[in-house]
């Protein structure tokens, strides 16, 4: 092995990050190996621990240049320096083994040509809990007394570095356990919150799981309002049963009735057989209507119908069909001002809105940001990324001071981008590349509702570089809800 470019400074240095970096108490025990063995120049080495069921006995928890068939061997060879180092607690230099008479006649040495070994203990306040053992097979005098200092303020720093590894991987652990507790309670798998404001959205649908009283689900885009519908679905005494999403703002109105209610072939072109609807589809369990707010009003009377009198008619035909359905509905427009303005039916607004679950936007629930990132986190560091462990407090710090407008579906594709652009097993706040200009965001104390709608989907707009379909896309809406809105705004100003 040539001599190492590491100085003691360095190498101390650079255990010190490994403190503040690193999680995984193997990946400490690793990394500090490496970093004594390059120092000192050694050629070989591992470190041992005690077991976590038996404080007598110890194990090997990292190993450098020993092969996994060698390992015993050289574990039955170091044993007696090992142990004397952990009944002693003092450190061990060897310099020339031949010559010290302490091992120079032990067989096993000889025959395994060690010349140098150099072997400190490990300790936790004063208690021993393992050893780092290195040595050298090619060269006489690899360790001097001048490398004590050094070797003792390692394993002061690994001690320190692995108890700091391990009560994250408790915390981490523990927090799992108390996340799948809450799930396990609540019954809500998917639906990650523990703030104040999740625990009453919680608490509501518990409320209305078993009953088939229709619920509307508002809030901003991106807030999760599909995955509480199949979570109300699913976890609901319709289990069983199907349950249908439908996207009100993606399906063209004239396409939309047949779609909802069926059609009788021959009703119109293109009806070359007789189809049943999604209403029909979903009988006896839920549809969820997606952006109701977005049906015409030719629409909006036909689906008043199926909620007053429990029936339907497909297109073209006069039978009326009975249907047993759960309807669940969601927006994100203000529908009481849409009913002002005309536009939506007040009648249809409380058939649908017997239950009204708010969910709120990630802004307004900044304790559950770290949390809802990890979730993420986990869920895209697979695979090829798997090595991508967590994330630095700088970026923690990043994710929660950041106003999020997109709320969880913006949270949940950066992090599916940062997963992808980190360069080794920590996210840093640079990864997330969050936008800069972070006052340009449409939120600001004392906006009215509308200018705030404006600025974000003008702003939208622009990161899109004008694409409709995209905006729309990213925004959760209709091309023709965007095409209205932009078409509303225009002024010789802009």
């Not at 293109?270 to 839920?286: M, S, Y």
């Not at 927006?331 to 708010?358: S, V």
């Not at 994710?399 to 920590?426: C, M, Q």
């Not at 969050?434 to 104390?445: E, H, N, R, S």
């Amino acid at each position: 092995m040539e001599s190492s470019d590491y100085s003691p400074f360095a190498a101390l240095s650079e255990i010190a990050l490994t403190i503040n970096s690193l999680q995984d108490p193997g990946e400490v025990l690793e990394r500090v190996l490496r970093v004594a063995v390059e120092t000192l120049d050694a050629e070989r080495g591992f470190v041992l621990l005690h077991r976590p069921e038996d404080d007598e006995l110890f194990e090997v928890r990292a190993q450098f240049n020993i092969a996994a068939d060698h390992l015993g061997e050289i574990m039955r060879i170091s044993t007696s320096v090992v142990r004397e180092v952990l009944d002693s607690g003092e450190p061990i230099l060897v310099f020339e083994t031949e010559n010290d008479g302490r091992y120079g006649s032990s067989e096993s040495i000889v025959i395994e040509k060690i010349q140098s070994i150099a072997c400190v203990p490990l300790k936790r306040k004063e208690k021993q809990i393992g050893a780092i053992y290195l040595d050298s097979v090619t060269r006489r005098g690899r360790f001097t007394p001048v490398h004590l200092p050094f070797l003792s303020a390692v394993a002061n720093q690994a001690a320190v570095a692995l108890e700091n590894a391990e009560l994250y991987q408790s915390l981490r652990d523990e927090n799992r356990r108390l996340r799948s507790e809450v799930q396990r309670m609540h019954g809500f798998e998917g639906i990650i919150g523990q703030s104040a404001a999740m625990r009453e959205v919680f608490e509501t649908m518990t409320q209305v799981l078993d009953t088939s009283a229709t619920v509307m689900l508002t809030g901003e885009s991106g807030t999760g309002k599909e995955l509480v519908a199949r979570a109300l679905h699913y976890n609901g005494e319709r289990r069983d049963k199907p349950f249908i999403a439908v996207f009100c703002g993606s399906i063209p109105e004239s396409l939309l009735e047949s779609e909802l209610f069926g059609h009788k072939k021959g009703s119109f072109t293109g009806a070359t057989a007789d189809k049943r609807g999604l209403f029909e589809a979903a009988n006896g369990g839920t549809i969820f209507l997606d952006e109701v707010s977005e049906l015409s009003a030719r629409m909006q009377t036909s689906l008043l119908r199926v909620l007053q009198e429990g029936e339907i008619k497909r297109v073209g035909e006069e039978t009326i069909r009975k249907i047993d359905v759960r309807v669940l509905s969601a927006t994100n427009r203000p529908l009481k001002e849409l009913i002002a303005e005309g536009d939506f039916r007040e009648d249809l607004y409380y058939r649908l809105n017997t239950i009204e679950i708010t969910l709120p936007p990630l802004r307004q629930r900044r304790s559950d940001v770290v949390l809802l990132a990890d979730h993420f986190l986990e869920r895209f560091a697979t695979g090829s990324r798997d090595y991508v462990k967590r994330f630095t407090i700088d970026a923690q710090t990043a994710l929660k001071s950041y106003p999020w407008p997109g709320n969880v579906r913006e949270l949940e594709n950066t992090i599916e981008r940062a997963v992808v652009l980190a360069k080794g097993e920590t996210i840093d706040a640079a990864d997330l590349r969050l936008p800069k200009d972070i006052d340009a965001l449409p939120y600001a104390p004392g906006l009215p509702l509308k200018e705030m709608e404006r600025r974000f989907v003008l702003q939208t707009m622009e990161a899109n570089d004008g694409n409709v379909t995209a905006t729309a896309e990213a925004l959760g809406v209709s091309r023709r809800w965007l095409h209205y809105r932009l078409k509303e705004w225009e002024s010789p100003d802009e």
